[in-house]
């Protein structure tokens, strides 16, 4: 067994323009550094990778490309390489989205800086043990939707009101997942953190930040761990913001006590050699919904236009001729195997059930959630979501597939999981 980890700067100039919000905004001033990190495991003649970002999202083709350059210089397989987002809110311009137009120089320059970073991985290989624990954190993550009394669903609502509001709509995932990978003697090399949570702190400002991942990250760097990468979960209905306490959880508190999290978790772990290592992936066609007028004048109960309404008006007629023209929309649903945990990629803004749906139906595997990854179909709400709207499941840049998607990718999931493990469903849906 040997383990690799790298992390190299992709902390875009001042003047790139940011993502994260809709609206076109140029940054003017940098807070922290962005980062992208690299972890490479082998065991015999298997290999498996995982590239991480400090970045809103990574769009599809730019998986493909750096796949493509790896395999090219490294020999290293595509398909067992993971590539994902942190899905942070306050970075630079990667893709389209409302009035804001991908940065294609800074584009370039993340790809070249990530065939460099896959290097550095590579050679710091050394032959290593690995450990796996879990702790759970239920006061950074919070399930961000409400129901109202009138029947329709409030994202980022809070509990203050009870003659408005009735109840939070569904469940966070608290758990903290980590990898961690040691030295023969004992030394640490890296670690990667699984938790569910959105980051969009400092989004809708001009300052550059790689959010509370990065704190997460620098902070475990001041506590001995070399490298560390942030593999965030199914987050698209969980966020910082506490609709009981009426307060947001800050980029600062977030990142600390994650750290401490992690760490907690790494104190329990029993380390050792011979994890077996494989993959497997699929490509998912999911349906687009099926437009009514109303919900492309956006005037169905509970729609929210967030940040503001004028860039749904704008991209309107493009997206529903994008919708009409193209029908589906193809996603990839990858699985890495590290023993017996399978790491499922999702290239999505999942929302949080169908995560503790796959790692329920996956069981007796330990299956572990990786959103914003191998590309991003923008947000995949649950069914009842879109009974109650909210701003998920408005049509609009960000929303566009139909209620069964989500299931769809589950589906998926599981199904390469089993694949994988050559085992059968012990649950019947």
């Keep these: 067994m040997k383990a690799g980890f790298a992390e190299i700067d992709i902390t875009p100039p001042v003047g790139t323009h940011k993502i ?33 970002y400090d970045l809103l999202c990574i769009r599809w083709t730019q998986v493909a490309d750096l796949r493509k350059r790896i395999e090219k210089k490294f020999g290293f397989p595509g398909d067992r390489i993971m590539v994902g987002a942190t ?16 940065d294609e120089g800074y584009i370039e320059t993340l790809m070249q800086k990530s065939v460099t970073l ?7 290989r050394r ?20 129901i109202m009394r009138n029947g329709t669903t409030r994202t980022h609502g809070a509990l203050t009101n009870p003659d408005a509001a009735l109840c939070i709509e569904g469940p966070m995932d608290p758990e903290v997942a980590v990898i961690a990978a ?11 953190v699984n938790y569910t949570c959105h980051p969009t702190h400092l989004g809708g400002g001009t300052v550059l930040s790689a959010g509370y991942p990065g704190i997460l990250c620098r902070t475990l760097q001041a506590q001995g761990v070399p490298v560390a990468l942030f593999l ?50 699929t490509t998912v066609q999911l349906p687009y919904r099926k437009l009514t007028p109303a919900e492309v004048a956006g005037t169905l109960p509970g729609t929210q236009r967030s940040v503001d309404p004028a860039i749904y008006e704008r991209t309107m007629p493009g997206l529903v001729a994008r919708i009409r023209a193209r029908k589906t929309q193809p996603a990839e649903v990858q ?19 169908f995560g503790l749906r796959i790692k329920l139906d996956c069981w007796p595997v330990r299956a572990l959630v990786a959103g914003f990854t191998n590309g991003m179909v923008g947000y995949v709400p649950t069914v009842k979501a879109f009974q109650y709207k909210g ?12 209620p069964e998607a989500g299931d769809q990718l589950a589906d998926a999931a599981v199904r390469v999981v089993r694949r994988l493990w050559k085992s059968k469903p012990l649950r019947k849906r």
């Design 232 to 281: 965030n979960g199914a987050a698209g209905d969980v966020h910082t913001n506490d609709p009981v306490a009426a307060r947001d959880v800050t980029l600062e508190e977030a990142g600390h006590k994650l750290a401490a999290d992690a760490l907690a978790a790494v104190a329990k772990m029993t380390f050792e050699a011979g994890w077996p290592l494989g993959g497997g992936r």
């Design 127 to 146: 032959g290593a043990k690995l450990g796996f624990a879990s702790v759970f954190d239920f006061e950074v993550g919070h399930n961000r939707r409400i």
């Design 391 to 402: 701003y998920e499941p408005t049509l609009g840049p960000p929303s566009k597939l139909a």
């Design 118 to 124: 896959f290097g550095a991985a590579l050679k710091a």
């Design 20 to 52: 994260g919000w809709l609206k076109d905004i140029v940054s003017e001033s940098i807070l922290d550094p962005l980062s992208a990190r690299c972890a490479i495991f082998e065991q015999g003649r298997e290999r498996v990778a995982f590239v991480q």
């Design 335 to 353: 699985v890495l195997r590290l023993g017996n945990l399978a790491i499922a990629g999702i290239p999505a803004e999942y929302f949080v059930e």
């Design 87 to 102: 899905h942070n809110h306050a970075g630079p311009a990667v893709a389209n989205l409302g009035d804001v137009p991908r």
């Design 182 to 192: 040691r030295d023969l003697k004992g030394r640490m090399l890296g670690l990667m």
